[in-house]
């Protein structure tokens, strides 16, 4: 079966950072656009960055210049790198997968909290 694990999630003070990490296993990585996406209490899930099978990557307009998503299309992982850290960005996120760059993703990890806080 389908499976997304992620890891690397945890606690950091504001100006810090942090890397995710996600492993895949059970779908042809490659074809896949892997994204992360976060869920803030009270507040809906957003797609924080994306990356596609060929490296094209889009992020939302709050964490340009502070995150990077990037993929080993061998080892079929997709990392983020958090720096600059605000209080804002505490979150549970998400790896996901999804087939096409449309619509709700495919597959969904269990998720892994981040909190920014002093």
């Known amino acids: 079966q389908v499976q997304l694990v992620e890891s690397g999630g945890g606690l950091v003070q504001p100006g810090g950072s942090l890397r995710l990490s996600c492993t895949a296993s059970?779908?042809?990585?490659?074809?896949?656009?892997m994204g992360w996406y976060r869920q803030a209490p009270g507040k809906q899930r957003e797609l924080v960055a994306q990356v596609s099978s060929g490296g094209t990557t889009n992020y939302a307009d709050s964490v340009k210049g502070r995150f990077t998503i990037s993929r080993d299309n061998v080892r079929n992982t997709v990392d983020l790198r958090m720096n600059s850290l605000k209080t804002e960005d505490t979150a549970m996120y998400y790896c996901?997968?999804?087939?096409?760059?449309?619509?709700?993703?495919?597959?969904w990890g269990q998720g892994t909290q981040v909190t920014v806080s002093s």
């Open positions: 059970g779908i042809i990585f490659s074809l896949y656009f």
């Open positions: 996901a997968a999804r087939r096409w760059n449309r619509g709700e993703p495919d597959y």
